[in-house]
């Protein structure tokens, strides 16, 4: 009995001796074995440089209507949306000030024609040997003084009955209405009126796209409240400081706007090209994105050794289903556009048939 159970524990320990031997030759073999790529060729070519920005719409002018001394609005004749033209009476205040402005002037007035009449009087006396030129000096400059009276009392009236009617210097939108009727003026504007036509968009560049911007330039845009529908502007001014915060350079961009169609505030998203550039370009389907870096790679064949190198790249646009590569591989390499999750930098690979 003691001769069996030795001989049935040594026939099992050479059964787990060759199964342990098998397991380790297939993953001997497995290690051996070659991963299946798909490779494709990429070249070169002209590709658009198209950059896009994003920006708010904004007004050209922006106009805000006040009254120049604090008086009792009565009324107020537009609303916050409102189109206006230049001209157009847009709110009416009290005229209290006026009755005490025309007093004024009536008294600077009466003021005046009596200095008037002393000096003629005085002028006469000299004249004939009766006066003193001193005495006709002073009353001359009585007469000036008594002018300016005059002309200042009738700047007021006149100020005075201007802000009694208030109008608008420009055609655009009520965008601000700060106040209603039976308010007493204050520091805010009474309205606030936006030029909408045109209306400009101001982006920011880098300093590398400053040099191959100009006035002239036409832009592309869109906004998300008209979807694809495409709207032409063009950059008017280029500022000529840079912001050292974000190291880049305002562009201001002019766009028609016939039947103010496009407000301020609205999204915008401004295309400009700027010219083109010979690139590689690969499928989307070669790039591999690392993980937590946001860096880009992709894998090159090598046909002299049937290996593969990770190459870190610089990627461009997008186009469609392809990437513009700025830097990282050279035109004619074999990228690989499959399989990529069993390769590593220099592993051998074996491409599929």
């Given amino acids: 009995m003691k001769i069996r159970r030795l001989f049935v524990i ?20 497995k290690a051996d074995e070659k991963p299946v790529v798909e490779v494709q ?44 033209s230049a001209g ?35 002028l006469e006396l000299f ?3 009766g006066g003193t030129r001193q005495a006709v000096d002073q009353l001359q400059a009585q007469v000036v003084n008594a002018r300016n009276n005059v002309a200042n009392a009738r700047r007021a ?40 036509q045109p209306v400009k968009i101001i982006i920011n560049v880098s300093e590398t796209e400053y040099s191959l911007i100009h006035t002239g330039m036409k832009a592309d845009i869109k906004f998300d ?39 301020p505030g609205m999204f915008a998203r401004v295309t400009l090209n700027l010219g083109t550039a010979r690139h590689v370009v690969v499928p989307d389907r070669a790039v591999v994105k690392q993980q937590g870096s946001g860096d880009q790679y992709i894998y090159v064949y090598n046909p002299s050794t ?16 392809s990437y513009e590569v700025i830097s990282g591989i050279e035109s004619g390499s074999q990228v690989v556009i499959s399989g990529q999750n069993a390769l590593a930098n220099g592993k051998a690979v074996q491409l599929k048939k």
């Fill in 127 to 129: 004249k004939i040997g």
């Fill in 306 to 321: 049937s290996t593969v190198d990770f190459l870190k790249v610089e990627l461009g646009q997008r186009l469609g289903a």
């Fill in 225 to 263: 409240t008209y979807g694809d529908e495409g709207f032409t502007g063009v950059i008017s001014k280029i500022m000529p400081t840079v912001d050292t915060n974000t190291r880049t350079f305002g562009v201001e961009i002019t766009l028609p706007n016939p039947g103010n169609r496009v407000l």
């Fill in 41 to 84: 060729t990429v070249e070169a070519m002209d590709v658009d440089q198209e950059y896009v920005y994003t920006a708010t719409t904004e007004a050209d002018k922006v106009n805000n209507i006040s009254s120049s001394m604090p008086l009792r609005i009565k009324s107020i004749l537009v609303e916050e949306g409102q189109n206006v």
């Fill in 10 to 29: 040594g026939a099992l320990a050479a059964m787990l001796g060759s199964c342990a031997g098998e397991e380790k030759k297939k993953d001997a073999d």
């Fill in 157 to 196: 009236l006149a100020n005075a009955r201007e802000n009694c009617v208030l109008t608008t210097p420009v055609s655009g939108v009520v965008t601000a209405r700060n106040y209603d009727p039976g308010d007493m003026t204050g520091n805010l504007p009474i309205l606030t009126i936006a030029q909408v």
């Fill in 88 to 122: 157009q009476r847009v709110a009416v205040l009290d005229d209290v000030n006026a009755a005490s402005y025309e007093l004024q002037v009536s008294t600077a007035e009466a003021s005046l024609k009596n200095v008037q009449a002393d000096y003629n009087r005085a």
